[in-house]
């Protein structure tokens, strides 16, 4: 590919990585096409979902999808900061202090059940997520691009876990659900499952350098003023809705506006829509936000506030 990658290639790439994680997790189309956006968009994703809906497998195959360094994290109770930043050994032979990378160094980490580390070792995230770097000792480390946390977590089973803070939360560029299959993808499962592993055969279809530019290209997709004053009202409209006594952060808007630039260079377009913004809002700002005591009581889910904060806000005429 050449030096400056462009729309065309966009579309050629995450094409092939789409059809290879279809290859492996059926019927999740937009699951699959949010977790792109994520990477694309330099950002992170939190897959909550009850358990043996394929959360794990999606991150696994898109890692294998793509020929780059990728790591597995089994989040436990026991789990120390150090082991996923690093640490610094004694070289009795140089007599220096070595650094040790820990398991963050990758270009994809897979999180398996982020919620059951301790906050200790969660907050040790919390900087590698932001500022895609590692202090250790006072020492600085950066971690290569791209750079993805793809973090499971089992909302049912709270029994010996650590619900993520909110400051925690607000890292994580998108929150999506995977779902039950339909009756045919699960039939379609148990054929592709059945007997061999699938994610045995998934072979790579791009590389992590070929990744990169395509990260770059997406940087340059236009926003208009009027898609921008859009976004911004309905981050905005979060903050005053009394449903929610917690409104999505600023943060949430550079999420949301990255987060559309790729959904729109997926699509082919130069440009984004209002509709790119309104189809991401909710995975991009239900995990952001606090449901009031009042909508906790009648029992009304997040997102669906969130859908009704994104109806209620004027879309910008088509000029």
């Known amino acids: 590919m050449a ?55 999606l991150a696994k195959a898109l890692g294998r999808s793509i020929d780059c360094t990728v790591r597995r994290i089994q989040f436990t109770p026991d789990l120390l900061p150090s082991d996923l930043t690093g640490v610094s050994v004694y070289n009795q032979r140089t007599q220096e202090f ?12 897979v999180g398996d059940e982020i919620n059951r580390a301790s906050p200790k070792t969660q907050s040790a995230l919390l900087e590698s997520m932001e500022e895609h770097q590692v202090s250790v000792d006072g020492s600085t480390h950066l971690l290569e691009s791209p750079f993805m946390v793809i973090a499971t977590q089992n909302p049912i089973e709270m029994e010996g876990t650590y619900p993520l803070p909110e400051a925690q939360r607000d890292r994580f560029m998108a929150r999506i659900e995977m779902g039950y299959p339909t009756t045919a993808s699960e039939l379609d499962m148990l054929t592709t499952h059945g007997g061999a592993d699938a994610l045995s055969r998934l072979t790579p279809v791009t590389d992590a350098e ?34 929610l006594r917690l409104g999505a952060s600023p943060r949430s808007s550079l999420h949301l506006l990255r987060a559309a630039r790729a959904q729109a260079a997926l699509s082919g377009r130069e440009y984004v829509l209002p509709d ?25 889910p997040v997102p669906e ?10 879309v910008p005429d088509k000029k």
């Open 3 to 57: 030096d400056d990658a462009t729309l065309a290639d966009v579309l050629d790439v995450m094409g092939k990585v789409r059809t290879a994680i279809e290859s492996v997790i059926e019927g999740k189309r937009g699951s699959i096409d949010v977790a792109m956006v994520v990477l694309l968009a330099q950002g992170h994703l939190l897959l909550e979902d009850v358990p043996g809906v394929g959360k794990t497998m």
């Open 98 to 109: 070595e650094f040790k990378p820990g398991g963050i160094f990758a270009n994809i980490v």
């Open 210 to 243: 070929t990744v990169r530019r395509l990260i770059v290209a997406v940087r340059d997709v236009y926003v208009a003023p009027a898609v921008k004053q859009y976004l911004v009202d309905i981050v905005s409209a979060t903050r005053s809705n009394r449903d």
């Open 276 to 300: 790119d913004v309104s189809s991401l809002a909710g995975a991009v700002l239900s995990h952001r936000v606090l449901p009031s005591t009042e909508a906790q009581l009648a029992r009304r």
């Open 305 to 314: 506030i969130v859908a009704k904060v994104v109806r209620s806000v004027p």
